[in-house]
């Protein structure tokens, strides 16, 4: 049995709603569901890629009956709301506040360190800048260790 592809949808109350009517009509269908981009996780919007594939001897028939689907339902005009998970966003930018930045500034001013020390600068002035990064990275793990542990 080969399978052709009858459409693509990008949310799962879509695809659900078409492998119902699929199936209703017993016409079998396969689902694809490919993995969710990063943008959705961090934005916290199910928007994922669903792939719907039919038998090709019912493609046809599978096609006439999505146009019903479609048909019907802007006929309704029936809006489903994209719902925003503020829970995700509120953990996941907090995480990358709390975490992500002090440790990538961190990094930027070990590098930066770096270059410090190959130049011809005053000592005491490559001190200083060693001593605030050292405050920088311990600042940085206090604040992860009490993260941890709260």
């Given at each position: 049995m080969e399978?052709?592809?009858l459409i693509e949808v990008n949310q799962t109350w879509q695809a659900d709603a078409i492998t119902n009517a699929l199936h209703e009509s017993g016409i079998a269908f396969e689902v694809l569901q490919k993995a969710?981009?990063?943008s959705s996780i961090i934005s916290g919007i199910d928007s994922i890629?669903?792939?719907i594939l039919v038998d090709e001897e019912k493609y046809i028939q599978a096609s006439e009956l999505l146009k019903k689907i479609s048909s019907h339902s802007t006929n309704e005009?029936?809006?489903m709301p994209i719902e925003k998970n503020y829970f995700r966003r509120v953990v996941i930018f907090s995480v990358i506040g709390v975490i992500l930045l002090p440790l990538i500034?961190?990094?930027v001013a070990t590098v930066n360190f770096i270059h410090l020390k190959q130049?011809?600068?005053v000592a005491s002035k490559k001190w200083f800048a060693g001593f605030i990064?050292?405050?920088g990275w311990v600042l940085a793990c206090i604040m992860l260790i009490c993260l941890?542990?709260?």
């Open positions: 399978m052709k592809l969710k981009e990063y890629s669903i792939d005009t029936v809006e500034f961190n990094l130049q011809n600068v990064l050292i405050m941890i542990h709260h």
